[in-house]
């Protein structure tokens, strides 16, 4: 199974309500019931991580070989940051159900193309 | 006594975030998840998993859900949890049938009564498995004794060759937890965060 993503511009930092465009391709070795593009943010550090799916692109029974163009709002917020006890991130993602093979892309959501230190 | 000032890690690239350490497989010299499924037949399809805070039953329990026969239920009770059995009937389906491998993290949160409600509740139950931190109240599948030289194991494991040595006596940091390898990796996340000094 491969699956690709890549955003229009090469690029990997947007600003709240701006676009983000891209495509997402894949070729499939076996049946999936679904392909699914999500754009989402995700925290890591100390303690329990947390998720939150901001939108979800569904291609219901994909063709073995195909492809999405997507484009989506970014919203207003929350911002990429870090601080000591966690970092959140955005990131774009194409994931084949239901065996969750997953490719991903990260971002960088905020007014400056880096994250914002909290430290 | 010295202390150096140390370079801070990104939380997300800090070599003991918690998805990374949560991320480790269960081990203890040389007894793996698969070996216990064997040796369940013998204690039987309601046993426990024993051990002090900090000891990787947790990390067991959740490998033994993916292993064992049954659909997996994991109740979880959190330490200090006021209603813990209010909190682990909301978790179990009702009812609990013989296709469900009930797994309770944190049991030993129960009294006695709740104890009891517990085992009523999970009759059916293909089998229940339950983290105690002493021996007794079911036939114990394994006993989880941290020791330093696992401390040791797992610290190299999460560590990236390339990381600046920030890491301090692993004795003392064990001794001083208490043997809660938990908390000593939580410790070291803070050293590489820069949010403590390294004792030299």
Same mark, same amino acid.
């Given at each position: 199974?491969m ?6 511009d ?54 073995s ?13 929350p ?6 006890l ?20 990260d ?7 880096v ?5 | ?7 801070r890690y ?34 039987? #399809? ?13 990390? +067991? !329990?959740? %490998? =033994?859900?993916?292993? /064992? ?15 813990p ?13 013989p ?18 409600l517990?085992?009523?509740a ?7 498995l339950?983290?105690?931190?002493? #021996? ?12 330093l030289? +696992? !401390?040791? %194991? =797992?610290?190299?494991? /999460?560590?990236?060759?390339d ?7 692993l ?30």
């Open positions: 199974m699956l690709t993503l890549y955003t229009t090469g690029g990997s930092w947007f600003k709240p309500g701006g676009l983000i465009e891209g495509r997402a391709s894949w070729h499939l070795d076996e049946d999936v019931d679904a392909v699914e593009v999500r754009l989402f943010w995700h925290t890591t550090g100390k303690g329990t991580q947390d998720v939150g799916i901001v939108r979800a692109l569904r291609t219901d029974s994909p063709d070989s195909g492809h999405r163009d997507f484009s989506i709002r970014v919203p207003e917020g911002y990429s940051f870090s601080g000591k966690i970092t959140l991130a955005w990131a774009i993602e194409l994931v084949a159900l239901p065996s969750g093979e997953t490719e991903r892309l971002l960088r959501i905020g007014p400056q193309p994250e914002v230190d909290l430290t | 006594m010295n202390s150096v000032a140390v370079a990104r939380p997300a690239d800090n070599p003991f975030a918690s998805h990374r350490v949560e991320g480790l497989a269960y081990r203890s010299k040389g007894i793996h998840a698969a070996a216990l499924r064997l040796r369940l037949e013998e204690t039987g #399809p309601r046993s426990a998993i024993v051990g002090p805070k900090g000891s990787g039953k947790t990390t +067991l !329990l959740g %490998e =033994l859900a993916s292993t /064992l026969p049954g659909e997996p239920v994991l109740v979880r009770i959190e330490g200090g949890c006021r209603h059995w209010r909190t682990a009937r909301t978790q179990l389906p009702r009812p609990v049938t296709n469900h491998l009930v797994l309770v993290d944190g049991a030993e949160q129960l009294g006695p009564l709740e104890w009891r517990l085992l009523r999970t009759r059916h139950a293909r089998i229940l339950a983290t105690l931190h002493r #021996p007794g109240l079911l036939p114990t599948l394994i006993e989880c004794r941290p020791d030289e +696992l !401390l040791r %194991e =797992l610290v190299d494991e /999460l560590t990236p060759v990381a600046p040595t920030l890491i301090p006596d004795e003392e940091l064990f001794r001083r937890h208490g043997g809660n390898i938990r908390s000593c990796l939580r410790e070291l996340y803070d050293v590489y965060a820069g949010r403590a000094s390294v004792e030299l």
